[in-house]
């Protein structure tokens, strides 16, 4: 195989590698780094003698993926406050480059719970139609126990995905108002816009302020945020693009103290059921106003 076939191949193969590798690891900094590590294996072995190129190339990325999670345990145990994974964003003009339901953030972080193998068990079949024959390959592991770990994962994570689709124009429309109220100190009209499970997840990483456990009912949210309103630090004064954030109707905004998203995640009564916010600055690098 040429040099030029040899980087067509794997060109080929590159945005199915950092979907798989955004999914393993919640961040898509992490994932160009694995697929570029993937790559530079690629290039070093005779690629004409790989029967299968796809399947050697998703092997590698996925036990990268595995090898990075085992090794960012400590560092992801010890993280301060809610971890949340680095928004996906998508303007809301285009189509869709995924599913809602396979990179929603209440999946991510279903995903986040499991094993590094169960995850990579779970989404090699489940997102990525592997069969256990291929996936017992891939991570070295007997077909019976790829099994058993896909049945494991699958019960961790079958309540996760979005199971209302709600349209566009309605999400918009229920998320504007939904800051305008915020922004009013509307409590009442806020708390009539959230289910009574309603949760509020804020990432800050440490970094910047966030809330250091999840909000869980719709009391707990309302009162943070007007904690936060009093203090005058949300809503944020400054420019708010609404956005498809990991599927979802969500905005991105820049604040006094810098720029945050968050995604609204709607239950089929037409409430919001849970609200995301990401203020790390780690996971914001690629944002634009």
Avoid at 132 to 149: F, M
Avoid at 234 to 239: A, D, H, K, N, S
Wanted: aromatic share 6%; charged share 30%; hydrophobic share 45%.
């Amino acid at each position: 195989m040429t040099e030029t076939a040899q980087t067509d191949t794997f060109e080929a193969q590159r945005k199915r590698l950092t979907r798989l590798a955004y999914r393993m690891l919640g961040s898509l900094a992490e994932a160009e780094d694995v697929v570029q590590d993937a790559w530079l294996r690629w290039r070093g072995v005779e690629a004409a003698e790989i029967a299968d190129p796809a399947g050697w190339l998703v092997r590698v990325t996925t036990r990268l993926c595995i090898d990075r999670l085992r090794a960012d345990a400590a560092q992801r145990k010890a993280y301060r406050g809610p971890w949340l994974p680095e928004p996906l964003i998508e303007d809301i003009a285009v189509d869709p480059v995924e599913r809602a339901e396979d990179v929603s953030v209440a999946f991510l972080l279903a995903l986040e719970r499991l094993s590094p193998l169960e995850r990579a068990v779970f989404l090699l079949h489940e997102a990525f139609d592997a069969d256990y024959a291929q996936i017992a390959r891939t991570l070295g592991r007997s077909e019976a126990a790829c099994r058993q770990l896909a049945a494991r994962a699958r019960a961790h994570v079958q309540d996760a995905r979005p199971r209302f689709h709600v349209p566009d124009a309605e999400a918009a429309r229920l998320a504007g108002a939904f800051m305008e109220a915020a922004r009013g100190g509307d409590w009442s009209r806020l708390a009539g816009m959230l289910t009574k499970d309603a949760i509020l997840i804020s990432d800050g990483g440490g970094k910047r302020k966030a809330a250091l456990r999840p909000m869980v009912g719709r009391e707990d949210v309302v009162r943070l945020i007007q904690g936060l309103a009093s203090r005058q630090t949300w809503p944020p004064e400054g420019r708010v693009r609404l956005a498809r954030i990991n599927g979802a109707l969500g905005a991105v905004m820049d604040g006094p103290d810098g720029a945050q998203t968050i995604a609204f995640e709607m239950a089929e009564d037409g409430l919001i059921d849970a609200i995301y916010i990401v203020r790390n600055p780690d996971k914001l690098g690629r944002l634009s106003l």
